[in-house]
């Protein structure tokens, strides 16, 4: 989308054709707000990613990037692969045996449990290859994480968690590690949703999911709406251009039309007072 805004910022403007030049702010305007109601709502609750996360499971974890990934954005993530960086090996540092319950890095409350309806194996090659933690709705723990109709996944204390990849027509949340490497904690202090499991009544080996398996929101639906729009607009400077195009020939051939009937005056004029001459009708 922010790519999408710089390239129609650099385009050329049309010289004389106000009419486009008020459609290409239009859709400036209408994408710029788009990013901004994305970007600019208070997000982890005032919150900030508890400290902890810096040794979540061990690793080494950057602080700032947790606290600017998870807190104060909703478009960008964290870098693909950081997942397997040397400070980092996510996979080395998980018991393959057992299931794993990940809690949000802010408030502390259960978010995934995996792997879950898969082997431990299809859980790390899939999120490798990918080159972020990917999750499915069996291991998703529904009540706290929002899924928005353009894909964006967030807990319901407001931590932006990434955004819903769907592969094989199955729902695939793709996580950045730094926002779901937090520690259960009990505290609802963060926590303004009344549905929310906290960590202290969540119950791993008894709890289901209740998320669809394909739930429809991708960001496919956005980019129809962008790109809907674009065409739009699009077309609508095309006829803005066969109109101004046409205007401008209609005047054009209207000019052209006038020079001629001046020039016939004039010829004709100047051939009577000739004829004048000859007959002698000028002394």
């Known amino acids: 989308q922010i790519t999408t805004l710089k390239m129609l910022q650099s385009l050329p403007l049309i010289p004389s054709r106000t009419t486009s030049m008020h459609a290409k702010k239009i859709l400036m305007l209408l994408l710029s707000s788009r990013i901004t109601t994305v970007t600019s709502s208070d997000q982890c609750n005032g919150g900030a990613p508890m400290e902890s996360v810096v040794n979540f499971l061990g690793a080494s974890i950057e602080y700032d990037l947790a606290d600017r990934i998870c807190c104060n954005n909703h478009v960008f993530a964290e870098p693909s692969g950081y997942l397997e960086q040397p400070e980092i090996m996510f996979f080395d540092r998980l018991d393959p045996t057992v299931e794993t319950v990940f809690y949000d890095s802010v408030c502390g409350i259960p978010l995934f449990i995996a792997p879950r309806g898969r082997t431990f194996d299809d859980f790390a090659a899939e999120s490798i290859y990918h080159g972020w933690p990917s999750f499915r709705p069996e291991e998703i723990v529904s009540e706290n994480v929002k899924i928005y109709n353009g894909g964006r996944m967030e807990s319901k204390c407001g931590t932006h968690l990434g ?71 699009l077309l609508f400077l095309v006829a803005v251009y066969f109109l101004y195009s046409t205007l401008r020939s209609k005047r054009a051939n209207t000019n052209s039309k006038s020079l001629l009937v001046e020039d016939n005056s004039t010829a004709k004029q100047a051939g009577g007072q000739i004829d004048l001459e000859k007959t002698g009708g000028i002394s």
């Open 163 to 233: 955004h819903n990849l769907p592969d094989g027509g199955v729902d695939r949340y793709c996580i950045d590690l730094v926002c779901m490497a937090g520690m259960a904690m009990s505290s609802d202090e963060l926590v303004s949703n009344d549905s929310v499991i906290l960590a202290s009544d969540f119950d791993a080996s008894s709890y289901t999911s209740s998320a669809e398996q394909w739930s429809g929101k991708n960001p496919s639906w956005t980019r129809r709406v962008i790109i809907s729009s674009c065409l739009g607009v």
